[in-house]
């Protein structure tokens, strides 16, 4: 994974109830902290910048994976439209270059 973006759309994993979504993306930050395996970057825009955001439950393994050397990215455009910009609690604001420049660079993107 160590080549690999990682993009988050939705405000947890998959399509489904909020509750399931968010054990699924809880599950799966687990096991990445777990396996050691990281990517290089995890991009958040659309629904998905809620998950750095302040009342997120994922904020704890967000930072740890930042701590470990991956770049969260966040979009800004995203935050600025649901009136989160202030509520970031983990990640780099960046646009949508940022997130372009992450995918480029990468061998291997991910869509969760």
């Not at 990281?38 to 997120?56: D, M, W």
């Amino acid at each position: 994974m160590k080549n690999t973006v990682i993009l988050v759309t939705k405000n947890g994993m998959g399509t489904a109830e909020e509750f399931l979504q968010h054990t699924l993306f809880g599950k799966y930050l687990d096991l990445l902290l777990q396996t050691g395996d990281l990517p290089n970057a995890i991009c958040f825009y659309t629904e998905g910048v809620r998950l750095v955001c302040k009342g997120s439950p994922f904020i704890e393994q967000l930072q740890q994976l930042e701590t470990k050397g991956v770049r969260l990215i966040v979009c800004s455009t995203c935050l600025n439209y649901y009136d989160l910009t202030d509520k970031v609690q983990t990640g780099i604001v960046g646009g949508m270059g940022d997130i372009i420049e992450a995918q480029s660079k990468a061998e291997k993107v991910i869509s969760i």
